[in-house]
């Protein structure tokens, strides 16, 4: 059960679209349309931001988008606001029947 | 509103145990499977341990496989995390979440659910291991 791989940080300005990878293996990201992704600011509890590849939470501003590519996810933030500074982390199913969350990412707006 | 409210946390000594209490409401508990996340101090989330809709399916990171035990009681929208032979590295903020890798069933539509994924989180409760 190794954590998938994402970049521990990403940056841009104001405004910019900024993409976030998360890699894994064909046992978990590869092998289902079961990825996630969750927000996470400092002292407060995750929230779910995309759900099944690309779908988006009631709620959840469509800057935010979610797509796939053989064992490669990624959460792209469009139209990048200083309230999207947080950390963010991938999730899957994977083929144990079990779950795997990425390493993070800390997003910041220069 | 649908929330979970985690209790049970606490300092305790190397090899010692702690049970975890997570209360549901605003939801049909039932209805969906449950997981476990910790995230130890300056770390990142590790999935735990989950459930299924009756308590028949369970599953358990292999960090914690042979010591910790997930269980509910859907009469009291309840889910629980007990913790045996608790080590340093089991210091962590638990967090108690709706969804994940195992089925919930719908007792409105009859049929059983799939979210995997965790929609609902707890605030989490703190463990701390130490001597």
């Known amino acids: 059960q190794s954590a998938l791989t994402q970049p521990a940080s990403v940056s841009g300005s104001p405004g910019q679209s900024i993409t976030i990878s998360c890699t894994g293996t064909s046992s978990d990201v590869g092998g289902y349309n079961y990825v996630s992704w969750y927000q996470q600011h400092p002292g407060k509890a995750p929230k779910l931001m995309i759900y099944?590849?690309?779908n988006r939470p009631s709620g959840v501003s469509n800057r935010f988008s979610g797509s796939k590519s053989g064992n490669t996810a990624s959460l792209t933030i469009s139209g990048l606001q200083a309230e999207d500074e947080a950390d963010y982390y991938c999730?899957?199913?994977?083929?144990?029947?079990?779950?795997?969350f990425g390493t993070g990412t800390k997003v910041t707006a220069l | 509103e649908e929330q979970m409210v985690e209790s049970g946390g606490g300092v305790v000594r190397p090899g010692g145990s702690l049970r975890l209490s997570c209360a549901a409401s605003g939801f049909t508990f039932d209805d969906y499977g449950m997981s476990w996340v910790r995230q130890a101090p300056g770390k990142g989330l590790e999935w735990v341990s989950g459930i299924n809709w009756n308590g028949g399916s369970t599953g358990y990171a292999d960090s914690v496989k042979g010591r910790f035990t997930i269980s509910r009681d859907n009469a009291k929208n309840s889910l629980y995390l007990q913790m045996n032979s608790l080590r340093a590295e089991d210091t962590a903020l638990y967090y108690c979440a709706r969804g994940g890798p195992f089925t919930g069933y719908s007792s409105r539509w009859y049929r059983l659910t799939y979210n995997y994924y965790m929609d609902v989180w707890g605030k989490g409760t703190t463990v701390t291991v130490s001597s």
């Open positions: 099944e590849v690309s």
């Open positions: 999730s899957s199913y994977t083929s144990s029947s079990l779950y795997v």
